[in-house]
């Protein structure tokens, strides 16, 4: 048999896909990524410059940024009303937080748990009664290794990410029978925004690293070649699963 060059089950070609926290970090190296794969991306995040950023680096034509606060009940439905019919959702947009259990504030708990937890089931929810995702779509939802193991400060975070997997199995059986499947992701520590602008100075960020038994942090790049896994008609007959990628850390537990 010859060698065929354009046999690949892990290409989006043809799929339209929104990508939710796209103007930083993991969402914006997985809309570039699936860009890349031949995907029409629809990016969303609050920051225009950003999103702008995002998108001047989009592959091909057709894509679409749409800027929106997934926090509000209003930009929610906006966003929905303006996607097509998408193949795929990466529901990825996301804060986090440290603090100590005694000093944890009531209004940082409803935050955190709003746009980690509530805010997918929301889009979610509207999309499919918008009838905007289609037969055989993908969605993947962005958790953390936190939802898994525990680290020091973390609480509020490992308990709204953890409550999204456990979502994200009902949702996978829930919606098998429209053959719509349901993964989520795990990722460890990936050198974003969202770690190098929290609590932590950089040497302790250096030091936490060599903890890694692959010796370093995850790249936004290393998280997006999951996603796209899961994206893809690779991964047709999964659903329902957490993947770790996590450069080894889970292992220590
Ligand atoms: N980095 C890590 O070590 C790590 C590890 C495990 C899991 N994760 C998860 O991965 C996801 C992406 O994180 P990241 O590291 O890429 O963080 P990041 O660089 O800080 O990006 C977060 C993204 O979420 C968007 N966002 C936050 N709140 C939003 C809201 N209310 N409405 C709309 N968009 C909102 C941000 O939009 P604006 O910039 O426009 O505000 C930004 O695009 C998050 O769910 C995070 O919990 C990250």
């Not at 193949?87 to 955190?112: H, R």
């Not at 038994?213 to 329902?240: H, K």
Request: aromatic residues 6%; glycine residues 8%; positive net charge.
């Amino acid at each position: 048999m010859e060698y065929n060059p354009t046999y690949n089950p892990f290409s989006l070609k043809g799929k339209t896909i929104l990508v939710t926290g796209a103007s930083s970090g993991i969402g914006r190296a997985t809309a570039i990524e699936c860009s890349k794969l031949g995907a029409i991306v629809i990016i969303t995040g609050r920051n225009s410059e950003r999103l702008q950023q995002t998108y001047d680096s989009l592959y091909g034509l057709g894509h679409l940024q749409i800027i929106a606060d997934l926090n509000n009940l209003e930009d929610l439905t906006s966003l929905v009303n303006q996607v097509p019919i998408l193949d795929g959702v990466v529901n990825n947009a996301g804060i986090a937080k440290t603090q100590p259990i005694s000093f944890i504030k009531e209004e940082d708990l409803q935050k955190i748990f709003a746009t980690n937890t509530f805010t997918p089931i929301l889009l979610v929810k509207q999309l499919l009664r918008k009838k905007k995702i289609n037969k055989n779509a993908s969605l993947v939802f962005t958790s953390s290794v936190s939802a898994i193991k525990s680290d020091l400060g973390n609480s509020v975070y490992g308990a709204s990410k953890a409550a999204l997997q456990s979502y994200v199995r009902y949702c996978a059986r829930e919606l098998a029978p429209k053959s719509i499947r349901a993964n989520s992701i795990h990722p460890g520590m990936v050198n974003t925004p969202l770690i190098t602008g929290g609590a932590h100075s950089d040497d302790d960020l250096q030091t936490d690293a060599q903890k890694y038994p692959l010796g370093r942090y995850g790249r936004p790049e290393e998280i997006a070649w999951s996603i796209i896994y899961l994206l893809s008609d690779a991964s047709a007959w999964i659903t329902g699963h957490s993947l770790i990628i996590d450069g080894g850390i889970s292992t220590l537990i």
